[in-house]
C-alpha cells in the first residue's frame, strides 16, 4: 500500500525504513490555470455564437411579422426595394452566390497550384520564405482590395470586353479580387492536407516509375481530397461572407441578373450600404438587415457543416 513503510536491507544486512510512497496526483497549478483558461474560450465563443442567434433571429422575427412582409414572397420574388413594399431576396442571394462562384473559379486553381508546388516541390527555404509571402494577402485590409478592383482590375477588364459591355460596377470585378483575397486560405489548408499524406505512397509511385507530377496528380492529390475539398468550402463560405470588396466594386443596385458585366448587390453589401443610413429603430429598413442576415448566417452555417461532412466522410487514415 502506498501509507506502508518501506523495509530495505542493504548489502551489509542493515535493515532501514524508508517512508511510505506517495502516489496520489500532484496538483498542478499551471496545467489547471491554463485548462480553465481554455474551458472559458471555449465557453465564450459558443455564448457569443448563441447571443448572434439570439439577435438575429428576435429581429428577423420583428421583419417576418409586419404585414407588409410575405414569407412566400421574400423567397420567390426578384425585387427588393423596401421603400416600395418589394422584399425578394433572390436578387440579393443570385448576386452572392454569383460572386462567390467567380471567386471560388480564381482561388481553387492558383491556391491549390500554389499548395501543390510548397508540398511536393519547394525546398525548406523556399516553402519557408513563399508561404508567409503568401499568408500576406489574408492580412491586406479588404477595402484595399475593394478599391483595387475599382481602379485596377475593372478598368482592364472594361478595355479587354469593351466599355458597352463591362459597367463600371460589375460582379466580375468583385468576384475576381474576392477571388484573390481567399487563395490563402485555400493555399493553406490544401497545402496542410497534402503534406499529412505519408511518404511511403510517394516513396511507392517512385518505385513503380511515376514522375514527381504523376505522383503528385494520381497519387498524392487524390489521398488528400477530402481536405482539398473542405479547403474549398471553407474559402466558399468567406467569400459568401465578403464586404468591403463587393459593396465598393459590385455596386449597390439589387438587380436579378446573371450577366456578371452588370451591377448586382450582394447580400454583406446591401447590409453595409443600409446601415450606413439614418434608420430608426423598428423600422422596416432596419429590421429587414437581422433578415438578411439570418439567411447570411444560415448559409455560412451548411457550407461549415458540410465541410465537416466531407471530412469525416471521405478522410484518409493512414496506420
Known amino acids: 500500500m502506498a501509507d506502508q513503510a518501506r523495509v530495505a536491507t542493504d548489502p551489509g544486512g542493515t535493515v532501514t525504513t524508508r517512508p511510505p510512497l506517495d502516489l496520489r496526483r500532484r496538483p498542478r497549478i499551471g496545467e489547471a490555470i491554463i485548462q480553465f483558461i ?57 448576386a452572392t452566390l454569383m460572386t462567390s462562384l467567380i471567386a471560388m473559379l480564381v482561388a481553387i486553381p492558383l491556391g491549390l497550384g500554389a499548395a501543390i508546388y510548397l508540398a511536393e516541390y519547394a525546398s525548406e527555404r523556399a516553402r519557408g520564405i513563399l508561404k508567409p509571402i503568401l499568408e500576406l494577402l489574408a492580412g491586406v485590409p479588404t477595402v484595399v482590395y475593394g478599391y483595387f478592383a475599382l481602379t485596377f482590375v475593372t478598368p482592364i477588364l472594361r478595355s479587354v470586353f469593351g466599355q458597352d459591355t463591362v459597367e463600371i460596377y460589375n460582379d466580375l470585378s468583385a468576384g475576381i479580387v474576392v477571388g484573390i483575397l481567399i487563395i490563402p486560405i485555400v493555399a493553406t489548408l490544401s497545402e496542410d492536407a497534402l503534406s499529412a499524406v505519408p511518404t511511403a505512397l510517394r516513396q511507392a509511385a517512385f518505385g513503380l516509375g511515376a514522375t514527381k507530377f504523376e505522383t503528385a496528380v494520381h497519387v498524392v492529390v487524390p489521398s488528400a481530397l477530402s481536405g482539398i475539398v473542405a479547403a474549398g468550402i471553407i474559402a466558399m463560405s468567406r467569400a459568401v461572407g465578403e464586404t468591403m470588396v463587393v459593396a465598393l466594386a459590385a455596386g449597390a443596385s439589387p438587380n436579378f441578373t446573371f450577366n456578371p458585366f452588370k451591377p448586382a448587390e450582394t447580400m454583406t453589401g446591401h447590409i453595409a450600404r443600409i446601415s450606413g443610413g439614418d434608420l430608426s429603430y423598428g423600422t422596416i429598413d432596419y429590421t429587414s438587415i437581422f433578415a438578411i442576415g439570418l439567411i447570411l448566417f444560415v448559409i455560412t452555417m451548411v457550407l461549415n457543416i458540410l465541410s465537416r461532412w466531407v471530412v469525416q466522410r471521405f478522410r484518409e487514415v493512414y496506420e
Do not use: H, M
Not at 459558443?46 to 429581429?59: A, P, Q, S
Not at 411579422?65 to 427588393?80: K, N, Y
Open 38 to 94: 481554455l474551458f472559458a474560450c471555449g465557453l465564450t465563443s459558443i455564448f457569443v455564437t448563441l447571443g448572434i442567434v439570439y439577435v438575429l433571429g428576435k429581429e428577423s422575427l420583428l421583419f417576418f411579422r409586419d404585414p407588409t412582409v410575405s414569407l412566400v414572397d421574400f423567397f420567390t420574388t426578384t425585387i427588393w426595394q423596401p421603400s416600395i413594399g418589394k422584399f425578394g431576396i433572390l436578387p440579393l442571394v443570385n
